[in-house]
C-alpha cells in the first residue's frame, strides 16, 4: 500500500480505506486515482477509489449501476467524510480511457490476487492500444490534411 509517511488524517483514511476493502470479501482489487494519486491534493481533495469486484453482476444492469455508488456511500460513513468527497468506479464498467488513466497515474491500495490484477492491467491495456489508440492517430491525422 502506498500511503506517505506522514500521520495525517488522509493517510489514516487511506489506511481505513484498505482495511475496508480487504474486509469485503467481494473486492478484488482497490485503487487510488486522481490528485490525491497524484500527490497534488488539497486538503479538501475528494477520494477517488476504483475497484475491481469478485463478481460480474450481468443479470441486473441497475444492480450493477448502484454497486459502486452504494460502496461510496458505504465507506464516506465509514471514513467520516463529507457528503460528497468520495466517489467509488466499476473499473469494469468505466469507459477505457478512464481504466487506462487508473492503471497508468493511480495507486495500487489492495490486491487480493496477483492474476487477477494481471488481468484487469491486460485487458485495459489491449482494448486501449486495439480500440482507442488507432481511432485517437487516426483524428490526429485527418487534422493534418
Aim: aromatic content about 6%; some cysteine; charged content about 30%.
Amino acid at each position: 500500500m502506498r500511503v506517505s509517511g506522514k500521520n495525517t488524517p488522509a493517510d489514516a483514511r487511506l489506511k481505513r480505506a484498505c482495511q475496508l476493502a480487504q474486509a469485503d470479501e467481494g473486492i478484488a482489487i482497490l485503487w487510488l486515482y486522481g490528485s490525491r494519486a497524484r500527490g497534488d491534493a488539497r486538503p479538501d481533495s475528494d477520494y477517488d477509489f476504483a475497484v475491481a469486484f469478485n463478481d460480474f453482476l450481468t443479470s441486473d444492469p441497475l444492480e450493477a449501476r448502484l454497486r459502486p455508488e452504494l460502496l461510496a456511500l458505504e465507506w464516506q460513513n465509514a471514513l467520516a467524510l463529507p457528503e460528497g468527497a468520495l466517489s467509488v468506479i466499476d473499473i469494469n464498467r468505466v469507459p477505457i480511457p478512464l481504466a487506462w488513466n487508473v492503471i497508468q497515474e493511480g495507486s495500487l491500495l489492495f490486491c487480493r490476487d496477483e492474476r487477477r490484477l494481471i488481468q484487469e492491467e491486460q485487458r485495459i491495456w489491449s482494448r486501449m492500444e486495439l480500440d482507442i489508440l488507432p481511432a485517437l492517430r487516426q483524428r490526429a491525422g485527418g487534422r493534418r490534411s
